[in-house]
């Protein structure tokens, strides 16, 4: 049976009402990009974070961009808004509703409560995009380096 995007924002719904424990793991250190396997992707700029996580990316490699968000108060929320976006939680919300009522894009990109959540979310779309603690990263997705460089090296942006 064929997984459609409408499929699969109904399981990601359906999680949502499962009890979750620890919403956010470790707070700080480096944020990793993370992304299909599949998705040839190694290296993204910052800007190209930009135009994904705005929808003004809507595709790249040769699949449909997929970004997926962390809820409120995670560190990568914090990550996307501050060092990518340069927005504020509502400047950011408020662009988003702009964008979907202006017919520029579909809808916002999904936010997901846990770091479990966004693996699968990741695993499951070839063009799925998402931000991650660095430690919290695990099989079945790949890191990609930002400007170049690596969770870990000096000068990392995603801090």
Known sequence: MKITRKHFIVA???????????????QGGDVAVIVNPENPVTSISMADLHKIFGGDKQSWGPFPAVPFVRAAKAHERDVLLSVIMKMTDAQFQDYWVKKVYSGTVAHEPLALMSTGMQLEAVRSQKGGIALMNAQDVKDGVKVIKVDGLVPGSAGYPLK
Do not use: F, Y
């Open 12 to 26: 990601m719904l359906l999680l949502l009402c499962l009890p979750v424990g620890h919403i956010s793991a470790q």
